[in-house]
């Protein structure tokens, strides 16, 4: 069945809550419960979507009944007035499924698409948050299979897709506004510019802080009511604060989780004095000893790099590299059998001249600097590279690669 059928529902077009009474019941409630559960077997994640909306009956039994939806990611952008969901399933990825909640003052613009087709419609009266959960709180809430990957990513900026709306939804939405005075202009919304200056205009009260705040409550929420830790291996956020990491982090299963990529979020602030914010806390979280791969950039840590080291996938920022951490890492990498990676983003380089003297022989491209070591009766070599370019982060990275790989020119220590 198509995703856009749960839109059909008899509730469609109706903008208030019925009362409990006045809630559509059929007779399939009537069924055994094991009839009942056989046959959501059967029924595709979408089609729950849409029997969640017919009656009180069938949402509770849904929300109560732990199903396979074969869900395994989801990636969510979450701007000031906007949130964007996108559903990936393992048996069918080419039906990944597209969910928009654009803010239009105090009411909700949704556009949900599946492949070509698509459906758009306004929730009234209902914050744009508040209409993202109502759909997608029973997915987090119900998830029993592994999730490979889930990504938040937040933008400090407003900004539409071209298809994140319907604009003859919007015109029409615009038009009748206007006629109660919300808005100042009739005259039909002719292209994609002039929506978007609408849109920037009518929802220019929201700030990133603000939705997220109200996010990441609902969300911790949520979790807390599972009935165990959600099931997530690769957790990947683009976030303004470290709370917002932090607070999630604690509500996953951290015996599945394997990967933590984490960057921040750029804040108008930030040009101005460059300064970042400190992720020391990720240290404390259980999931820290046995994490496959960990990657936090613009973030920093003050703490000292050896305390990374037991990541086989690594990346950090520090503000300061020195000749004794460049060293302890090519130890690492040449002693350590689990360490397959490491780079390390820096702002300024400690005592460069020594270093370069300790390293040997540079071999230099255009744009990038190498140093090869080579590991006895074996085609693996320990490359350390470094950028030539001037950069306020400038990254030193540490990888293997086969010795074939290497010029023939090139100096292998």
């Not at 750029?266 to 300064?275: A, C, L, P, V």
Request: charged letters at 25%.
């Amino acid at each position: 069945m198509l995703c856009l059928k749960w839109f059909n529902t008899l509730l469609i077009g109706k903008t208030e809550k019925l009362s409990f009474g006045e809630q559509p019941e059929g007779p399939i409630m009537n069924m055994p419960d094991l009839v009942m559960r056989k046959i959501m077997e059967n029924v595709d994640f979408i089609t729950m979507l849409k029997l969640r909306k017919v009656c009180h009956a069938f949402r509770a039994f849904i929300d109560d009944t732990k199903l396979d939806n074969e869900l395994t990611k989801v990636k969510i952008d979450v701007t000031p007035s906007t949130i964007y969901a996108f559903l990936d399933f393992a048996s069918a990825p080419w039906k990944s499924i597209n969910s928009n909640y654009v803010a239009y003052g105090n009411n909700c613009l949704l556009k949900v698409k599946e492949g070509r087709n698509e459906k758009a419609k306004l929730i009234k009266n209902q914050d744009f948050v508040d209409t993202f959960f109502n759909d997608f709180g029973f997915i987090l809430r119900n998830q029993s299979t592994l999730l490979k990957t889930m990504n938040i990513e937040e933008s400090s900026y407003n900004w539409y897709f071209l298809d994140s709306y319907d604009r003859d939804l919007l015109n029409r939405v615009k038009t009748i506004y206007s006629i109660y005075g919300c808005c100042t202009c009739t005259r039909p919304l002719r292209n994609f510019i002039e929506a978007q200056e609408h849109l920037e205009k009518i929802n220019n009260k929201y700030t990133l802080q603000q939705t997220t705040d109200k996010f990441y409550g609902r969300f911790a929420e949520i979790l807390k009511s599972r009935e165990s830790p959600i099931l997530i291996q690769n957790l990947e956020m683009r976030i303004l604060r470290p709370s917002h990491f932090l607070n999630m982090a604690r509500l996953v299963d951290m015996k599945q989780l394997k990967g933590i990529v984490i960057r921040k979020t750029s804040e108008y602030n930030d040009n101005k004095d460059g300064t970042h914010l400190i992720l020391d806390e990720i240290v404390e979280l259980d999931v820290f000893d046995c994490i496959q791969v960990l990657s936090i950039r613009n973030f920093k840590v003050t703490l000292p790099l050896e305390t990374f080291l037991h990541i086989p996938d690594l990346t950090v920022t520090i503000s300061t590299l020195t000749i004794e951490d460049v060293l302890l890492i090519k130890k690492n990498m040449l002693t350590s059998p689990i360490a397959k990676s490491r780079c390390v983003f820096y702002n300024h380089i400690k005592d460069s001249d020594t270093l370069y003297n300790t390293l040997g022989y540079v071999n230099s491209s255009y744009t990038i600097q190498y140093w090869y070591y080579k590991i006895p009766e074996s085609d693996q070599t320990l490359q350390i590279s470094r950028e030539n370019f001037e950069t306020c982060m400038r990254p030193r990275c540490f990888t293997w690669i086969k010795t074939s790989w290497i010029s023939k020119n090139a100096v292998v220590y």
